[in-house]
């Protein structure tokens, strides 16, 4: 700030700021004042010079109501917290076990186990510095609950759906599984931010669920352009016990004429990645 950075004074019953010699200037919500101008205040109206911010108010302003005073929840309880954190160490334990080899041994699935509960600490602790930061509290059990909670919705989503889809014989349920993952995840990033600014939830709110419709349409339309398919998973992956299907088995007839439907689409498709490989190789040597 400069030494005469900016007057107050009232002219016919209105306040009126004069900028002096400086060469940050003033800040009002419309515009920026620059050196030597001067602006009308209104009620209501935020200076900002410098770092400091100040308020109009006079003493003939009308004062806005009092608020509610909301009460912050209190932290979990610990119990809860050890509970969801052994469940989300459970399901990594579960998941290395199905996807690498069942019949290793325990302690070769430990690391992973480690690695996994570190990180879950380190995201954490970064939202709660975040809080700390905005408003002045170290909510790490808060931000443990959410993490946790997510992290296990977004395994149970993982497996859930491909098992629904071979339950069910729709495999529509296993091509969106990364989708809604991915929503659930969104939603646990827009909980840590709202537990961090409670006073920007609806504008979050809006912002997150924009952000995720056009994340959306990018990874679907990319998809499209290069499998010319909206989803990437051509056919359902998991292979559940057979006592879980519900759906009735398809007649070999049926798949067989399936299958030999297909080869029509295969050729156009081997046609034209040939012919894209044969203008790129032209391309090339030219």
């Known amino acids: 700030m400069a030494a005469h950075h900016a007057t107050l004074d009232e002219t016919s019953g209105a306040l009126v700021v004069q900028v002096g010699e400086t060469v940050n200037g003033a800040m009002l919500p419309s515009r920026r004042l620059t ?8 009620a209501g109206d935020v200076l900002q ?8 108010r006079r003493p003939a302003d009308a004062i806005a109501p009092e608020r509610q005073f909301t009460h912050d929840q209190p932290p979990p309880p610990f119990l809860l917290l050890a509970a969801l954190v052994s469940v989300f160490a459970l399901l ?13 041994r325990v302690i070769d699935y430990l690391p992973t186990v480690l690695v996994s509960l570190l990180g879950l600490a380190i995201w954490c602790g970064f939202w709660a510095l975040g809080s700390r930061l905005f408003r002045h509290r170290f909510d790490y059990g808060r931000h443990l609950r959410i993490a946790s909670s997510y992290f296990i919705a977004t395994s149970i989503v993982a497996v859930a759906l491909p098992l629904l889809a071979y339950s069910l014989g729709w495999a529509f349920f296993s091509r969106i599984s ?19 600014l409670p006073s920007r939830r609806r504008f979050l709110a809006i912002g997150m669920s924009v952000l ?8 679907l339309t990319r998809n499209y352009q290069t499998n010319h398919r909206l989803f990437s998973e051509l ?6 016990p057979p006592v879980l299907r519900v759906a009735s088995p398809v007649p070999t007839g049926r798949f067989i004429d399936d299958a030999r439907n297909l080869k029509a689409t295969l050729d156009a498709r081997v046609k034209d990645d040939d012919t894209a490989a ?3 190789t032209m391309m090339s040597s030219g």
Do not use: C, K, Q
Request: glycine share 10%; net charge positive; hydrophobic share 55%.
């Open 35 to 42: 050196s030597n101008e001067r602006a009308y205040l209104n």
């Open 49 to 56: 010079v410098g770092a400091t911010r100040l308020r109009i």
């Open 92 to 104: 990594n334990f579960a998941e290395r076990w199905i996807t690498v080899d069942p019949g290793g």
């Open 178 to 196: 990364g989708i809604v993952a991915g929503a659930v995840l969104w939603a646990m990033v827009f909980a840590h931010m709202s537990l961090m």
């Open 212 to 219: 995720f419709v056009a994340a959306t349409g990018l990874y």
């Open 235 to 240: 056919y359902v992956s998991a292979l559940a």
């Open 278 to 280: 044969s203008v790129g």
